[in-house]
């Protein structure tokens, strides 16, 4: 059977089991939200997304109501709207800062910025307390922890316990005195923090930040994303490198990557460095008088294609082994048995997966 | 790995053998905690008490090396009890009375003895796995990496086959690869006995398929493998190429593999920074890197990714295809005309059967597991649904065996390697990232408090660890997840090369190196 309901006159299906925000957002709409992350449980902290249901009192937040047959229900109206941005007011109010922060902190961390701009807020209209101290004195080079940006939606707290498993940090204090902490207080290296950067990722307000990303910050390049997949482990987590102009400034996940959905490791998160690290190979060596001393590419090529050729000659073609790499792309590796069966047709080939 | 990762939240009895896989493969883990959150059981053999192991409902603490014991135990319980799919077994199998009969001896009560792990706990684990609606899976190098690994294999696909756990949503039998393009590298037909998608080179008929696309009539007979290789360096092999490996620190027996390379007339190495390997070479070629390179790599659920360039190559550094494409032309090679790593990936795909429906536009959004047959074909996200490759389901009747080397009056204690969270493998590269650095500097060895006492060790002070072939020196830290009489340590740092005390032994089949299994001996050091 094939229900639906009416969003802002508009028959629409959906199916059991739906909330009201995810029908509404698959069908393009806009309703604003700060602490829904679709990989979590809603929480139906901060109000925005509240919907009008005909024969409802007052507003529902859309992120936990149900989808129900035969509702009407409307997204925008002007005192919907009015709501917003007297929450989006307050929000900011606590968090001054939070129209202008750097995109390199994190994947949402424009949320809270965007909804500014929407709403023409800018924390003047409720001046006052704000929860949340910072604590710059973590030394840990990876998550940058400004929580005088925090607006206690939760999201880290969530991310970290259910999509992580680890419940490194939690929530202390209540009302202006919440702070975000890992137990006892410690700094992040000495908790069960395994530093997956996934609370960076989610902070709507740039509370958490990328540090290793944020050392690029000063760049003037714009930001451009492009999408890849992590090096290390065989998961195969999907990514976007952000780049400014020639230099790698960061890597953030992919919310649709298919193995990953969003997730990612130490590893595919911060361990990117060595990219553009000083000690890369740039140019090609040859071994001259027992040393190895750089040498143009027509050379390095022609001494690497004569040592097989005279191996090939001198010993037999059997005598020529490649050893192909399971870290490089598989044109690599396709290029190196090509290489020893089309030159000197033997199987002498094998990867690194042996040990 | 038969099931696709995205079934890993699935299955409601999870077995989790040889794998640390919160260290190894993180976000693969986070989905199987996500299954114990919705209440699966969750069974972890692993020799030492990793964190998967503490947060499983049963730990099965087996002594390195033994896991064919364990797993027969369980085999044998599960038979013994009748608790099989008697249905499965009797459509999609084969051997099922030759593995019966096999298993008999394998009593919980003997395997204890050689495990260590208590018989009512095998007991109870076998119970559990078999009772499962849906029992997965996993394993990692634990397995593999021993001279039994074949056996390993073979005694994990008796448990699937006997309880129906294979071609199911949230079942089957899923090993996690350790490197990021593993896979990939055997998809290639980078394997001595496999052309391309797996085609034995030992057929004709694929021996023609491949004369016809390439020119060349290549030997019927299969390679050797590279620990061979390594062995026959300077009396059958006198040249070599080495490609995006430090072989010298991540394998087996470094004293071994030195002097096998040095004994090389003719040495190219093609990588991105100059490693110890590189070191040795006669000639070193600068390869472009990952975020420098287009290309593709293949995941451990079968899934071929797009991986893009997204800043220039570091200096005169270019990618592996074009350079082997050089050295290829100055052979006399006419097969190398490639323009795009686009072209390369085409051919491959106009090769393999696995990816005969498959090309570099197709995978942009990386939406299928192979095998995909043909153009329109939706991939396979689950294999052996109503048929194995062979058709039925073979049992094979693995013995127990010990490790190649087994503790003695001189090396008394077991070493087991393996890899920590912060660092991947040589840590060429994330040795040279400030935050994984940060986090972890140096190795350490693993040793249980209670050893730490009785060998007269300091929690932070210095060891000498030797085997038969070598010995480090390595810090002390106190630690009881590596059980007593047990001793851990990666292979992560060139400062302690702890290859230079592996090297035992070999499967007989794959010869994979039994890295996991060493006999040491473990002596404070004062200073
Ligand atoms: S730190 Fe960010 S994600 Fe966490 S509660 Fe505060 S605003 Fe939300
Ligand atoms: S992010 Fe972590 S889990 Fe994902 S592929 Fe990279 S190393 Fe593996
Ligand atoms: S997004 Fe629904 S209440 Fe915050």
């Known amino acids: 059977m094939s229900l639906d309901l009416t969003l802002d006159g508009q028959v629409v299906p959906f199916q059991e089991g739906e909330t009201l925000y995810e029908v509404a957002s698959r069908h393009g709409d806009k309703i604003p939200t700060l602490c829904y992350d679709k990989r979590l449980d809603p929480l139906g902290a901060c109000r925005l997304c509240v919907v009008e249901v005909e024969g409802a009192n007052g507003p529902l937040a859309s992120c936990t109501t149900p989808a129900r047959a035969g509702m009407a229900v409307r997204t925008v109206t002007e005192d919907l709207e009015r709501h917003r941005k007297t929450l989006v007011d307050l929000v900011l109010s606590e968090n001054p800062k939070g129209a202008e922060i750097d995109p390199l902190r994190g994947l949402a961390s424009q949320e809270l910025a965007q909804l500014s701009v929407r709403y023409g807020s800018d924390g003047t209209r409720f001046a006052g307390a704000t929860s949340g101290h910072s604590r710059f004195d973590d030394p840990n080079p990876m998550i940058l922890r400004d929580y005088d940006n925090c607006i206690s939606c939760y999201r880290c707290v969530r991310v970290c316990a259910e999509q992580e498993g680890d419940y490194a940090i939690s929530i202390t204090g209540r009302g202006f005195g919440t702070q975000i902490s890992a137990e006892f207080d410690v700094d992040l290296e000495d908790s069960d923090c395994t530093f997956c950067g996934q609370c960076i990722q989610t902070c709507p307000t740039g509370a958490l930040g990328d540090l290793r990303a944020l050392q690029h910050a000063d760049l003037p390049e714009p930001i451009t994303a492009t999408r890849s997949i992590c090096p290390y482990c065989g998961v195969g987590c999907s990514l976007d490198l952000l780049t400014k102009g020639e230099t790698l400034v960061g890597v953030q996940p992919a919310m649709d990557g298919p193995a990953n959905e969003g997730a990612l490791c130490i590893k595919g998160q911060f361990a990117w460095e060595w990219v553009q690290h000083p000690d890369r190979l740039t140019e090609p060596l040859v071994r001259k008088d027992g040393e190895l001393v750089p040498a143009t590419w027509e050379e390095a090529l022609d001494r690497a294609a004569a040592g097989f050729a005279q191996a090939g000659a001198e010993h037999g073609r059997r005598s020529v082994y490649a050893v192909a790499s399971g870290r490089a792309p598989h044109e690599s590796a396709y290029s190196v048995q090509k290489f020893i069966r089309v030159n000197f047709g033997t199987n002498q080939i094998d990867n690194c997966s042996r040990a | ?527």
């Open chain 2, 1 to 527: 790995m038969s099931n696709p990762l995205a079934d890993m939240d699935k299955p409601d009895v999870i077995f989790c053998i040889g794998t640390n896989m919160t260290e190894t493969h993180p976000v693969a883990a986070t989905r199987l905690k996500q299954a114990q959150a919705k209440g699966a059981i969750l069974i972890v053999a692993d020799p030492r008490h990793i964190p998967l192991a503490r947060r499983a409902d049963i730990h099965l603490p087996l002594r390195v090396g033994s896991d064919v014991a364990l797993l027969g135990a369980m085999a044998h319980v599960i038979a013994e009890r009748g608790l099989m799919d008697e249905s499965f077994i009797a459509e999609r199998t084969e051997g099922w009375d030759s593995v019966r009969e096999h298993l008999k001896s394998f009593t919980p009560e003997w395997a204890e003895g050689i495990t260590g792990v208590p018989a009512a706990l095998i007991e109870q684990a076998a119970v559990l796995y078999a009772q499962a609606d849906r029992g997965a899976i996993y394993y990692t190098l634990g397995i593999t990496e021993h001279i039994s690994g074949v056996d390993n294999v073979q005694s994990l696909s008796n448990l699937a086959l006997m309880t129906g756990n294979l071609g199911r949503e949230g079942t089957g039998i899923n090993p996690m690869r350790g490197q990021n393009n593993i896979q990939g590298a055997g998809d290639c037909g980078a394997l001595p006995g496999n052309y391309p998608g797996f085609q034995p080179v030992t057929d004709p008929a694929m021996q023609a398929k491949f004369e016809e696309a390439w020119g060349t009539k290549v030997d019927l007979e299969p390679g050797m493998t590279k620990v061979r290789a390594l062995e026959h360096a300077g009396e059958k092999i006198f040249a070599m190429l080495i490609c995006g490996e430090n072989t010298l620190i991540s394998d087996p027996d470094y004293d071994h593999c030195e002097r096998a390379l040095g004994r090389l007339d003719h040495l190219v190495v093609v990588d991105i920074f100059k490693t110890e390997t590189a070191e040795l070479a006669d000639v070193v070629l600068p390869a472009s890197a990952w975020a420098e390179t287009d290309g593709v790599f293949t995941n451990t659920e079968r899934r071929p990714q797009r991986v893009r360039a997204a800043v220039p190559a570091q200096g005169q550094a270019r990618p592996d295809w074009w350079i082997l494409a050089e050295i290829s032309k100055r052979l006399g090679s006419d097969q190398f005309e490639y323009n795009s790593a686009a072209e390369v990936f085409n051919e491959l795909c106009s090769l393999s059967p696995l990816y005969a429906g498959l090309d570099w536009d197709r995978i942009d959004a990386g939406r299928y597991q192979w095998p995909v047959p043909e153009a329109d074909h939706p991939g396979t996200p689950m294999l052996h649904v109503g048929e194995f490759p062979r058709g039925k389901g073979l049992f094979k009747t693995p013995a127990y065996r010990d490790p190649a080397e087994v503790v003695n009056e001189d090396y008394p204690v077991w070493l087991t390697t393996g890899r920590r969270l912060e660092h991947y493998h040589t840590r060429t590269m994330s040795g040279r990232s400030t935050g994984t650095e940060y986090l972890l500097n140096e190795e350490t060895l693993e040793v249980h408090p209670a050893d730490v006492q009785a060998w007269g060790l300091e929690h932070g002070g210095m060891a000498r660890m030797s085997s038969p072939r070598g010995s480090v020196l390595v810090r002390v830290a106190s630690d009881d997840t590596s059980p007593p009489g047990t001793v851990f340590c990666s292979f992560s740092f060139s400062e302690v090369p702890i290859n230079k005390l592996t090297g035992s032994g070999y499967d007989p089949i794959t010869d994979t190196a039994e890295l996991k299994v060493c006999p040491v001996r473990v002596e404070p050091v004062s200073g």
